[in-house]
């Protein structure tokens, strides 16, 4: 698809690219969250460890945040804002190829920390006697998916397989074990006391 496509499109979904944006810069807060309350879980299996997880995620959320004032950034030439009429279509189109490039970019550098804190969790769960092996297994499997992801453009620009769609199976399945089944708690209070 051609940028004065996506362009277009672009400007004629304003409210949905604002949706998606809005969106994109919950995301870390939610994560943030997440790994707080999963540190609180795991922190008796090795704090060092659960600390290092945390650590990543606090790392990687403040670079996807910041990635997305490219996203706004396009909003402003896909919105016709007045002062940009000194622009001609083709470099308004240029302008929002390089934003969204840009864009890429941040999200690519985020996803070195969204993998690295799967190998301290998944080291964490492998190891927490409380939730089964496999599910750490899975994790750190995931965060060899995004590292290959991050840094497969660097080796090869024109590889075009994005890796961790076939490893994020960890991260899927960890959270519904989670809510369906849980923790034993048995097993869990013994590593608590």
């Known amino acids: 698809e051609d940028i004065a496509t996506t362009a277009n499109n672009l400007a004629t979904s ?10 994109a810069i919950l995301i870390p807060i939610v994560n943030m969250s997440v790994v707080l309350t999963l540190y609180q879980l795991l922190k008796s299996v090795n704090r060092n460890m659960a600390s290092l997880m945390v650590i990543f995620i606090l790392l990687g959320a403040p670079i996807a945040m910041l990635s997305e004032v490219f996203q706004l950034a396009v909003l402003t030439i896909v919105s016709s804002t007045d002062y940009l009429a000194v622009f001609d279509i083709a470099q308004l189109n240029a302008q929002v190829a390089f934003l969204l490039d840009m864009h890429d970019d941040g999200i690519r550098i985020a996803s070195i920390f969204w993998g690295l804190w799967l190998f301290p969790l998944g080291y964490l769960v492998f190891k927490s006697g409380f939730l089964p092996k496999i599910l750490g297994l899975l994790l750190i499997v995931g965060c060899f998916g995004y590292l290959i992801d991050s840094f497969m453009p660097f080796f090869f620009p024109d590889f075009a397989v994005t890796v961790s769609q076939f490893t ?24 608590l006391s």
């Open 14 to 23: 304003v409210a949905v690219y604002r949706f998606s944006i809005l969106v």
């Open 168 to 191: 994020f199976i960890g991260e899927l399945v960890f959270p519904l074990w989670l809510l369906i089944k849980g923790v034993n708690i048995e097993n869990w209070q013994k590593v």
